[in-house]
């Protein structure tokens, strides 16, 4: 069957999206055929959005098929939703795995959306992986994170230390995605290694409003912090309300026998 995809990126985190299921196929076997990026069209996920009666409805799931809470998606969901005129005036509501948010367009190829509200980080574990003892911060901020500080966030290997540390015993059976956070003087620097993906991508908007979270309870930052990723910078803000803001834009569009 032949369908009709966007290709969106947010902040270098990337998705293939479409306005509807085909027929007959389901949402987890579709992301894992649509996401292969030697094979099909490459994400880091997949997006399905469609009118709701409170404005949109945006389901995600990742590269593997599971379903998940996705802010970077669901700010390319925005984007993609104006543009389309799927809803109306630059801030609408948006129906998601984690309830109904709103959004707002913020400048050309920007916008912002409300958070799940990141929980209060658990107490800091010292976990062994790749050879040597991390002080890990384990926060709740959509999706399970594992946040850990170090001194040059550039020069860490995210992808080997991120999937050493993803999957240990003390994160719980689903294992977390892991954020290496470096602090500075204007805001943190953040690589993250993404569960579902099982790589590290160049954003993650749960990610951002995790590291934000532990920098905030660390007394590293206040209530609002921009956080560059490889992909680009965005904007955490953690109160009055939690909010994901940030650059979202269309690379293609196409179509693909899925």
């Not at 479409?18 to 579709?30: I, Q, V």
């Not at 700010?75 to 799927?86: G, N, S």
């Not at 129906?95 to 916008?111: E, F, Q, Y």
């Amino acid at each position: 069957m032949i369908v009709r995809f966007w290709k969106m990126s947010g902040a270098g985190n990337d998705f293939v999206l479409l306005d509807r299921l085909p027929r007959a196929r389901s949402a987890p076997a579709l992301a894992r055929r649509l996401c292969d990026r030697r094979l099909a069209v490459g994400a880091d996920g997949l997006l399905v959005v469609s009118r709701d009666a409170v404005g949109a409805r945006v389901g995600y799931w990742n590269a593997d098929g599971s379903s998940a809470f996705c802010g970077n998606g669901t700010r390319c969901a925005a984007l993609w939703a104006h543009e389309r005129k799927i809803v109306r005036g630059d801030s609408f509501a948006m129906r998601t795995i984690r309830g109904v948010l709103s959004a707002r367009l913020t400048g050309p190829s920007r916008a912002e959306v409300a958070m799940p509200q990141p929980a209060r980080p658990g107490s800091p574990l010292r976990l062994r992986a790749a050879g040597r003892a991390w002080v890990v911060h384990p926060v709740d901020s959509g999706t399970a994170h594992a946040v850990v500080f170090v001194d040059d966030a550039e020069s860490v290997d995210a992808e080997t230390l991120g999937r050493a540390l993803r999957r240990h015993p003390a994160l719980g059976p689903g294992g977390a995605n892991v954020d290496f956070v470096q602090a500075r003087e204007r805001g943190l620097v953040l690589r993250t290694y993404e569960r579902g993906v099982e790589s590290e991508t160049l954003a993650c908007g749960t990610g951002v409003m995790a590291a934000a979270a532990v920098a905030r309870f660390l007394g590293l930052a206040g209530d609002r912090v921009m956080v560059r990723a490889r992909g680009g910078l965005l904007r955490a803000t953690l109160s009055p309300a939690a909010a994901l803001e940030g650059p979202g834009k269309l690379v293609f569009t196409g179509e693909i026998d899925a």
